[in-house]
């Protein structure tokens, strides 16, 4: 597994039997990812593996490297990055060129999304294995002495988390939670690299019920996830979001907006209003607070569709399955 220097300043070796290689990257928008994606490539160039799993399509230029070296390589394209706001003609441009080299250079595709899935086979005419991402069953009330630090108790607040840039309308989630008759809280919980301007103006806020720790992750997140009254998810571009998933896995009823990729992952396991538009989120969020039967109700659905499609051990059968079957060509 490669991970990102500028991720991890005091890096592992080893994690759960996983050997962690740990490379640098030109951390810029831009460069990030493809610099940090190419040194790994050198790398298992000169060590060797019997699949490489690249992840993201922008790395499928790549992906001839380790084919050419007698390596078998699967890629996970995860969602459609040209369409985030955040790219400008170029980017969206390489992102095209990317979707085309990725149906092209790998063995394989992989698509955590029936919707990905679709896009592929319709415009490239390239079939790929269906693999869904997957999440952990969290007990319901798990850590609920760390919410003190935050001041909000269990059951007394709604939960949104995502990396805080545009496309993911966490300003669209404040305003309509502004509006919202409740005395719960709102956790506006992520960060993101470059989108300093935009945090800014989101955290302006006067409504004191809103707050905004930052990033957090391991016990703290995991903690305010099995003890949110519902989890809000307003994405409008990408693929699969993991925290949905991750939400549904510890027990939350979740609201989200209803792009295609949202409306696959929940199902009947949540509520969904109309992408973009704040009154909808208002009003599905007022009828949450009023309907406190039906909150418990979307949980229940919620942890079962994790249990049963979006399960850790049933992806890394998947997995695994899709490894040895590229093995024994």
């Not at 960060?191 to 957090?216: C, H, M, Q, W």
């Not at 949110?228 to 993991?242: R, S």
Request: negative net charge; glycine residues 6%; charged residues 25%.
């Amino acid at each position: 597994m490669y991970c990102r220097r500028f991720n991890y300043p005091e890096p592992m070796r080893k994690y759960r039997g996983v050997h962690l290689v740990t490379l640098p990257s030109i951390h810029t928008r831009a460069l990030d990812t493809l610099s940090h994606a190419l040194l790994s490539t050198f790398h298992v160039l000169l060590n060797r593996a019997d699949v490489v799993l690249y992840c993201n399509c922008a790395t499928s230029c790549f992906a001839w490297m380790p084919r050419l070296r007698g390596m078998k390589v699967v890629m996970n394209p995860d969602g459609l990055e040209w369409e985030r706001v955040k790219w400008g003609w170029g980017g969206k441009t390489f992102y095209r060129l990317s979707e085309h080299l990725a149906a092209w250079f790998p063995h394989r595709l992989v698509s955590d999304s029936h919707v990905i899935q679709e896009y592929y086979r319709e415009r490239f005419g390239c079939d790929s294995d269906f693999v869904a991402y997957g999440a952990d069953i969290v007990e319901r009330g798990a850590g609920w002495e760390m919410l003190e630090e935050f001041g909000i108790e269990p059951e007394r607040y709604f939960l949104y988390v995502s990396r805080l840039e545009p496309e993911n309308n966490a300003h669209l989630v404040v305003e309509a939670f502004e509006q919202v008759d409740t005395d719960m809280h709102l956790m506006v919980v992520g960060s993101a690299p470059f989108a300093d301007e935009y945090i800014r103006r989101l955290t302006r806020t006067n409504d004191k019920r809103v707050i905004f720790p930052g990033a957090l992750y391991g016990d703290v997140y995991r903690a305010l996830r099995a003890n949110a009254y519902v989890y809000v998810n307003a994405m409008e571009v990408g693929g699969t979001h993991p925290a949905i998933l991750e939400a549904m896995g510890a027990g939350n009823c979740v609201l989200v907006s209803d792009i295609a990729y949202n409306v696959e992952a929940v199902a009947e396991a949540g509520v969904q209003f109309k992408s973009k538009d704040m009154d909808d989120c208002r009003a599905k969020m007022q009828w949450l607070v009023d309907h406190p039967d039906d909150v418990r109700r979307f949980r229940e659905h919620a942890v079962e569709r994790v249990r049963t499609q979006y399960s850790w051990d049933n992806v890394v059968s998947e997995y695994e399955r899709l490894f040895e079957s590229l093995l024994a060509d």
